[in-house]
């Protein structure tokens, strides 16, 4: 790893997209990376840290304990954010506790969500996708593929898993995309965060009442949480699971559209799913952005990182280290993409993952096949990008094909 | 090729029952990783390496001539 240049002024967070490019990282981070895979980085808030771009540095932070995960102490990256420091994590969000605490609720929830049994779900999220094909064919040429395809393929399932009723969704959906906005006023998260801990509340009430057959029941039933806890706690998986898996669909359909090739190699052949993927993953890395702050000083590639200090690791710009990724700018299904820090990386990795992976391998395939015709309904440009937000993606994806 | 595992680091992502199925199971009520096979066959190597280089808890060792490697 290069040092950083002795003299070399702190950068701030490249944030803004290059137009035309909806799928590559912020410019200016591809840059860093060449030349300061680790750079001081000045914070919004005046705190001098670092910034970490390179798949080795990224890689490193996270998978090393003495960087905390706890969100009092870390500096936000990004402008706009809250004044002062942070408060600690709410009950409940694992991504912002260390060991052992983090360990204890990470050892309640492992066993559910195994390669194994995520697998079993296949045809199940294979039935909800054909509903879901079912209902867009209905709906005709023209509509919008987030609303009708994208968000409820991953709402149904995380809701069918935690034993969440579907139909309350309306109670907590917009609560949970007011979360993942990095825009989103002090006020309206707060409100938002109440909403769906209020409803979570009512949930976990009638569980421990009546226990069910799903993770919150088992969780309700078995193990030694509060109701704190399991309120909390359920309000987080609910909220993981919806917009991150919702924007892989809809960003990795819109990749798709837009390397034709790709997207007929996928069609024809449905083995490589599991591959493709993860090249997905690699490629559009919407959860692009996370922070650590070192607990004591700590070296990383040659450079001393001190005690207090955050570091900003770009998940989006590590899975585009040529490093790593020889061409790392082309989207290339048949690549071997395993490795890449889209899940993360450390203790603290998707807990979710094997199921984002069968639901994206599910859902991405069917909709090619189903609509072997389908295209934007929309000049490319004009796809609103979810610029600003905690996951990136699209806010919509109008679609049309050939109605036969 | 020896490999070994901790479980006590574990953090049950699974990334090594997805790589190398057959060498790694988890288990189905912790998700802590099982180990199959700790003398895998040769054409096994490479997935045995990769899943070492990505289990996220470095809770996978592959020792390779009596010579122990993390990744
Ligand atoms: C493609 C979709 C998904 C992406 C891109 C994604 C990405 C990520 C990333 C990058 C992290 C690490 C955050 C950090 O270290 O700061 C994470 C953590 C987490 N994800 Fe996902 N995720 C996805 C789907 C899901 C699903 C379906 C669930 C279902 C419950 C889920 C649950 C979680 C949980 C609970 C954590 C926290 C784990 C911990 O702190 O130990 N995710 N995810
Ligand atoms: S990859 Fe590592 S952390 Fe994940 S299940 Fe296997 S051994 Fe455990």
Not at chain 1, 15 to 20: K, N, V
């Given at each position: ?11 701030t967070l ?27 980085m000045t914070y919004p808030d005046g705190h001098v840290g ?18 905390s995960s706890r969100y009092e102490l870390m500096h936000y990256p990004f402008p706009g954010g809250p004044e002062g420091p942070l408060p600690p994590a709410p009950?409940?969000d694992?991504?912002g ?85 990095m825009e989103a006023a002090p006020e309206d998260r707060h409100?938002?965060m ?97 922070v650590?702050t ?14 207090g200090e955050s570091?900003t ?92 | ?71």
């Open positions: 790893m290069q040092h950083e240049p002795t003299h070399a002024a702190p950068v490249p944030t803004g997209r290059a137009a035309g490019c909806p799928f590559d990282p912020p410019a200016g981070l591809a840059q860093l990376r060449e030349e300061r895979p680790l750079a001081r670092w910034l970490a771009t390179g798949h080795a540095a990224v890689r490193f932070v996270l998978g090393d304990p003495r960087f009950v409940g694992m991504t506790m260390d060991a052992p605490e983090h360990t204890r609720l990470r050892r309640l929830l492992m066993g559910r969500f195994t390669v194994r049994r995520m697998r079993q779900l296949t045809d199940w999220v294979r039935e909800i996708t054909a509903e879901h094909l079912d209902a867009l064919e209905r709906r005709g040429p023209g509509t919008d593929l987030v609303e009708a395809y994208a968000r409820p393929i991953p709402a149904l399932v995380i809701c069918e898993l935690l034993g969440v009723p579907y139909a309350d969704r309306g109670r907590f959906q917009d609560h949970a995309h007011t979360l993942m906005s409100a938002a109440n909403g769906l801990l209020e409803y979570m509340a009512e949930l976990v009430a009638a569980k421990r009442a009546a226990p069910c057959d799903d993770l919150l029941g088992d969780l309700a039933r078995e193990s030694d949480l509060t109701d704190e806890e399991l309120v909390g706690l359920g309000g987080f998986l609910l909220a993981a699971g919806l917009d991150t898996t919702a924007n892989m669909i809809a960003h990795g359909t819109f990749a798709l559209l837009s390397n034709p090739a790709q997207a007929e190699a996928l069609r024809d052949d449905p083995e490589l799913a599991p591959q493709a993927v993860e090249e997905l993953m690699r490629y559009l890395t919407v959860a692009h952005t996370s650590r070192a607990l004591e000083d700590v070296e990383v590639g040659g450079q001393v990182v001190r005690a570091v690791v770009s998940l989006e710009a590590a899975n585009r280290d040529p490093e790593r990724f020889p061409d790392p700018d082309v989207l290339d299904l048949h690549r071997r993409a395993t490795g890449h820090l889209g899940f993360g990386h450390g203790i603290h990795q998707c807990l979710g993952q094997q199921l984002a992976r069968v639901e994206l391998a599910v859902a991405l395939p069917a909709l090619l096949t189903r609509f072997p015709a389908l295209r934007l309904d929309t000049p490319a440009d004009e796809v609103p990008l979810r610029t600003g937000m905690n996951i990136y993606g699209v806010h919509r994806l109008p679609v049309t094909w050939d109605e036969d | 090729m020896d490999v070994r595992v901790d479980r006590d680091r574990c953090l049950g992502a699974g990334m090594c029952a997805l790589t190398a199925p057959g060498v790694f199971d988890q288990d189905q009520d912790q998700g802590l990783v099982v180990l199959l096979d700790p003398h895998p066959p040769e054409d096994r190597h490479a997935a045995v390496r990769l899943a070492a280089g990505v289990c996220p808890a470095s809770a996978v060792t592959v020792a390779e001539h009596g010579r122990p490697t993390t990744a």
